[in-house]
């Protein structure tokens, strides 16, 4: 029987979204037993939203002062020295998934299984390849340990009704000291989520500037939405790498997803597929970005996202 064990994302009082979609990928997997495991310094308030979640079998915190920041050096040992005993160790294609899972597989000596879509057996999955151009079937060795992180554009959040027991883990194994957190400087902000928010609104080159930007961070607030980027904007500077959108941004599933001044490059269009209705506001009628748009407004943005935002009060 496959034994599941889910890594927590949170940010230390907090459940991320992220967590409920990778068990509903994990509950894909026959007669799976889904334990997932929330290392922190004071486990307490996410190991209880942890346990709500349909499907999951048990909750495992891991408290220690190492582990008030999600430093990945720190928490692989930790998590390779709980994993003997289950067939799978998951977390999410998140920020904070792409860089813990890899040390993961490192210290098992396995290649890790990267962005799970869908799950065809215990050890074969679907995974998207060439920004999603195309759809790969991967399978892992069935005689080691799968290390995967999941797509969690892909997965529906499973349902909260559950209470699974929480136990807490004796782990006093030694953790790197070569790594550790000294400060975050990334901007703290009041917005939603990026990657999990339901609305979404990005705005790209043809925003032309920093100061121009705040035209989105207004139509955003006033709609409720979270604020994303194309890869253009960010490398011009107008906002911070953390809120790019696409391939080697942050892959999002919103219900609404409103890009203004953006063209719709393959790239940037692989990190909004799965996004419910899609709106794009553009000059060019030509460009590729209509042809995903569910609604499209061929217009000067500096004109239509005012006016936009003015209709909202
Ligand atoms: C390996 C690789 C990975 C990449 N990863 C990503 C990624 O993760 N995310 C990403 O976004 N890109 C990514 N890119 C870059 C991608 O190919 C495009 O270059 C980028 O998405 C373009 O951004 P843009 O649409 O903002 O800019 P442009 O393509 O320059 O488009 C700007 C748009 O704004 C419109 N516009 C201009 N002025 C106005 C106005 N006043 N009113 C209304 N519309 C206006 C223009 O008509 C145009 O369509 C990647 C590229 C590579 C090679």
Do not use: W
């Not at 969690?152 to 550790?180: K, L, M, Q, Y």
């Amino acid at each position: 029987m496959s034994k599941i064990l889910i890594i927590a994302e949170h940010d230390g009082s907090t459940l991320n979204p992220s967590v409920a979609k990778v068990v509903a990928c994990a509950a894909n997997i026959d007669a799976a037993e889904i334990d997932v495991m929330v290392l922190a310094s004071d486990a307490g308030a996410v190991a209880q939203e942890a346990a709500k979640i349909d499907s999951v079998s048990r909750v495992i915190s891991v408290e220690r002062s190492e582990n008030s920041h999600p430093i990945a050096a720190v928490l692989a040992p930790q998590i390779v020295a709980a994993a003997s005993g289950y067939s799978h160790v998951f977390g999410p294609s998140t920020t904070f998934g792409k860089d813990l899972m890899p040390h993961i597989a490192a210290l098992l000596g396995v290649n890790q299984v990267s962005d799970i879509m869908s799950v065809e057996n215990s050890h074969t999955f679907k995974r998207p390849v060439y920004a999603g151009s195309g759809l790969l079937n991967v399978e892992a060795p069935a005689d080691s340990i799968v290390v995967a992180t999941v797509r969690i554009a892909s997965f529906a959040s499973a349902g909260s009704s559950n209470s699974a027991p929480i136990e807490s883990a004796d782990n006093s194994i030694e953790v790197p000291v070569h790594t550790r957190f000294v400060e975050l400087t990334s901007g703290k902000s009041d917005r939603p989520d990026l990657q999990t928010s339901a609305k979404v609104v990005s705005g790209g080159r043809g925003l032309a500037s920093e100061e121009n930007f705040e035209l989105i961070y207004k139509l955003a607030d006033k709609l409720g939405a979270a604020v994303g980027a194309s890869r253009a904007a960010v490398d011009a500077g107008y906002v911070p790498n953390e809120m790019q959108v696409g391939q080697t941004g942050k892959i999002i599933a919103p219900d609404l997803y409103i890009a203004v001044g953006i063209s719709g490059a393959i790239q940037h269009l692989t990190g909004i597929k799965d996004a419910g209705t899609i709106v794009a506001i553009n000059k060019d009628e030509e460009a590729p970005i209509f042809e995903v748009a569910d609604i499209g407004l061929v217009a000067d943005l500096f004109s239509a996202v005012p006016e936009l935002t003015d209709t909202l009060d």
